[in-house]
């Protein structure tokens, strides 16, 4: 469903000035190019580093990226580490991955 800008704000979709009920602008509406339905598979990964989460998170991605094809974005759902000795000593980081279905 289409969000407009609130009354008095400019639109950025719509590129007008929001004077009156936001739907006014709709017959200005920016011609987009057309973007296919893309299908999107879900897979779990978790990552580890001695240096850090982002290590984790990169390593994860790149391991990952030798067998699954058309990757486009991930989300961090859970962070955690290994301690010894009072220090830190690996990061976990799991991460959801979200990659194309090919067509």
Known sequence: MY??????????????HVKAAPLVCLTRRIKEPFVPAHTYKIIDLVGSSESGTDDAISNAISKASLSVKNMDWFEVVETRGHIIAGKIAHYQVTIRVGFRIEE
């Open 3 to 16: 969000q407009s800008a609130a009354v008095g704000q400019r639109d950025p979709v719509m590129q007008c």
